[in-house]
């Protein structure tokens, strides 16, 4: 046990005395919080054993000072037993005056100064209170605000709350709702990914797109306008005698080149169908 420990023990043990001492818990935080609290109470009971022997210092000097006034109004013939009794409660009234004010002496000069002090205490006191008024009806102004805010915030919530208790149905609905369109989304989605895997199985690419197709149907669409007039050129050499050289040759070409154009709309038309 240290010095500081064995300090904190017996303290403890003069404190609590037959009692006995209490259990506490021993390490050097509790320790040292006992320490403080002891030095603190030896210190404050030295302060109050200092007061106490003020007290009775004075006491005994103004027990001696009350035989003397005693003595010397006994050799006046003045002692409060040979009193009048309206004398007697004036000279017990200024004593309990003296002793509310706290006077060193019952001095007339000793009485005005308490009377001035008390004085100016009751003007501070009314300050005081004039300030204290104000500040008070300035909370009760707050508070009747405050009050009125909390009855229009219950209004608020009470309307909201009926607004909910209406608006619910329909937000049962509107929930339902949404269940049923995120199960479709997701049911969606599944039938998206199950199709985009197919479409790869069936080696599915960009030219078969819907842009692609029809880029191609207007490539048809032209290669068929450049048919019509070779058509009527064709026609046109039919019409030409059989025995003319030069118009079986130009007939011959224009049978080639319809023939070459024929072949490319077939190649098309047959790229569309496989493509779809």
Same mark, same amino acid.
């Not at 021993?26 to 002891?38: C, E, G, K, V």
């Not at 005693?70 to 006046?76: E, K, N």
């Given at each position: 046990?240290?010095?500081?420990?064995?300090?904190?023990?017996?303290?403890?043990?003069?404190?609590?005395?037959?009692?006995?001492?209490?259990?506490?818990?021993?390490?050097?935080?509790?320790?040292?919080?006992l320490h403080t609290l002891a030095k603190q109470h030896d210190a404050n009971e030295k302060r109050a054993?200092?007061?106490?022997?003020?007290?009775?210092?004075?006491?005994?000097?103004?027990?001696?000072?009350?035989?003397?006034?005693?003595?010397?109004?006994? $050799? @006046? =013939?003045?002692? !409060?037993?040979?009193? +009048?009794?309206?004398? #007697?409660?004036?000279? &017990?009234?200024?004593?309990?005056? %003296?002793?509310?004010?706290?006077?060193?002496?019952?001095?007339?000069?000793?009485?005005?100064?308490?009377?001035?002090?008390?004085?100016?205490?009751?003007?501070?006191?009314?300050?005081?209170?004039?300030?204290?008024?104000?500040?008070?009806?300035?909370?009760?102004? $707050? @508070? =009747?605000?405050? !009050?009125?805010?909390? +009855?229009?915030?219950? #209004?608020?919530?009470? &309307?909201?709350?009926?607004?909910? %208790?209406?608006?619910?149905?329909?937000?049962?609905?509107?929930?339902?709702?949404?269940?049923?369109?995120?199960?479709?989304?997701?049911?969606?989605?599944?039938?998206?990914?199950?199709?985009?895997?197919?479409?790869?199985?069936?080696?599915?690419?960009?030219d078969a797109s819907h842009r692609a197709l029809q880029l191609l149907a207007k490539e048809i669409e032209?290669?068929?306008? &450049?048919?019509?007039?070779?058509?009527?050129?064709?026609?046109?050499?039919?019409?030409?005698?059989?025995?003319?050289?030069?118009?079986?040759?130009?007939?011959?070409?224009a049978q080639q080149q319809l023939a070459k154009l024929e072949v490319e709309l077939n190649k098309s038309?047959?790229?569309?169908?496989?493509?779809?």
């Amino acid at each position: 046990m240290d010095y500081q420990h064995q300090q904190v023990r017996e303290w403890l043990e003069k404190l609590y005395g037959k009692e006995g001492v209490p259990e506490y818990e021993i390490n050097s935080r509790t320790i040292s919080y006992l320490h403080t609290l002891a030095k603190q109470h030896d210190a404050n009971e030295k302060r109050a054993q200092l007061v106490i022997e003020d007290m009775e210092q004075k006491t005994a000097e103004y027990a001696e000072e009350a035989l003397r006034l005693q003595s010397i109004l006994d $050799g @006046l =013939g003045c002692g !409060l037993e040979r009193m +009048a009794p309206e004398v #007697r409660g004036y000279v &017990e009234s200024l004593s309990s005056i %003296a002793s509310l004010l706290n006077l060193k002496d019952c001095s007339d000069t000793s009485y005005c100064l308490a009377l001035t002090e008390l004085s100016q205490e009751m003007a501070d006191c009314s300050v005081r209170m004039q300030r204290v008024t104000a500040e008070v009806e300035k909370e009760q102004e $707050g @508070l =009747g605000t405050a !009050l009125l805010k909390d +009855a229009n915030h219950s #209004r608020v919530l009470s &309307e909201l709350a009926g607004k909910e %208790a209406a608006s619910a149905p329909e937000l049962v609905k509107r929930t339902k709702e949404t269940q049923f369109l995120e199960q479709k989304s997701e049911q969606y989605s599944r039938t998206i990914e199950s199709l985009q895997g197919e479409l790869e199985m069936n080696g599915y690419n960009n030219d078969a797109s819907h842009r692609a197709l029809q880029l191609l149907a207007k490539e048809i669409e032209d290669l068929q306008q &450049e048919i019509i007039p070779l058509k009527d050129q064709v026609a046109h050499y039919q019409q030409l005698p059989p025995d003319s050289a030069l118009a079986r040759l130009k007939v011959k070409e224009a049978q080639q080149q319809l023939a070459k154009l024929e072949v490319e709309l077939n190649k098309s038309i047959d790229l569309i169908h496989v493509e779809k």
